[in-house]
């Protein structure tokens, strides 16, 4: 990037990240294998998102919390920033806001001037069911058809489009929810967007064994998935927290986290628990760099199952924000505004 004394900062609203190419998930898909290759290449620095549930003591019965995301991202980016991520369960109660709220400032990492804020919202959206497609992507059997994505909120929404442009040998996908005309909805909208059928269900455990692939996206605040869900060749993909229990990691044959060193901060992931009971260890999982990267070599065996379970970076909302950024100055669109005129105090 061109680096520069000018405090001006571009502000892109959603609509604005849309037309700049928010929505594009090869684009996305792209932008986060791109990203965990060069997080295996020790381009990024990523600490552990900080995380600040409320009410006071709410602990895991939290109704909104918020998170702060920073990172740098270094090669021929080199560019620093942070996501600013909240969410509200009464929200989901309110028509016309979303559950939940994101802001992405991009700065500057010489003089450290911010120079983009964004809206995230779509970003979150978009890459956190790309994560799940590029899981699927080097995980599932090369003869993978069917899937079932548990979970239609905005990430099930997202998680179509992931599942359809990553894994494209994918015919059928069983949509899930307990408000199954919210899957209903998803399916409707994209019956001739994809050449794939979407079959919306209220009972995913159901249709589990029918599956090659099973991705959750849900706000479950107790795991749903038992040793039962297993069969031979079987890639579980988890994106919330608490969807698959401890027994059900542990009875898998290959544990994959997208990023170790942060997911054993975040007590409410399987892998995390497993670690602080002594019962996993960093050289017992493969990371989503290995696969990336091509370090991990896939399956050794069709009937191995795979549990897989992310909690999402900085570094790909400052990714994906920087390539729209570009994209929105060449489109000249956007709105400026400045820090100051002329500094106070130097």
């Not at 986290?257 to 050289?283: C, P």
């Amino acid at each position: 990037m061109i680096h520069s004394i000018d405090p001006s900062i571009l502000f892109l609203q959603e609509e604005e990240v849309i037309k700049a190419g928010a929505l594009d998930m090869k684009m996305t898909l792209d932008a986060v294998e791109e990203t965990y290759a060069l997080l295996g290449q020790g381009q990024i620095i990523n600490p552990p998102k900080t995380h600040i549930a409320m009410p006071i003591g709410s602990g895991a019965n939290w109704g909104s919390f918020f998170n702060s995301m920073p990172c740098y991202i270094g090669g021929d980016y080199n560019v620093g920033g942070t996501k600013w991520a909240a969410e509200s369960k009464k929200n989901a109660t309110i028509p016309g806001i979303p559950y939940g709220i994101d802001i992405t400032v991009l700065s500057d990492p010489e003089t450290v001037l911010p120079f983009c804020i964004l809206d995230g919202t779509l970003i979150t959206a978009m890459r956190t069911s790309a994560v799940a497609g590029v899981f699927a992507k080097h995980t599932v059997p090369k003869d993978a058809t069917t899937a079932l994505l548990v979970g239609a909120g905005v990430v099930g929404r997202t998680a179509v489009m992931a599942v359809c442009e990553a894994v494209p040998q994918i015919k059928k996908i069983y949509l899930a929810d307990l408000d199954v005309t919210k899957a209903e909805g998803i399916a409707a909208d994209y019956k001739n967007v994809y050449d794939v059928e979407i079959i919306p269900t209220a009972d995913a455990k159901s249709v589990a064994g029918e599956v090659d692939v099973v991705i959750t996206q849900t706000t479950a605040r107790s795991p749903f998935i038992d040793k039962s869900w297993l069969k031979p060749g079987l890639t579980i993909i988890n994106m919330g927290s608490m969807e698959a229990d401890l027994e059900t990691v542990k009875e898998s044959d290959i544990i994959a986290v997208d990023y170790w060193d942060q997911i054993i901060t975040y007590d409410s992931k399987a892998a995390a628990q497993l670690y602080k009971a002594g019962e996993l260890t960093k050289d017992q999982v493969v990371e989503l760099s290995d696969m990336v990267l091509g370090k991990w070599n896939g399956r050794t065996d069709a009937a191995q199952t795979i549990n897989c379970s992310s909690l999402g970076l900085g570094a790909l909302d400052i990714m994906i924000g920087y390539k729209l950024f570009l994209k929105a100055q060449e489109m000249g669109i956007g709105t400026m505004v400045k820090l100051w005129d002329k500094p106070l105090w130097e």
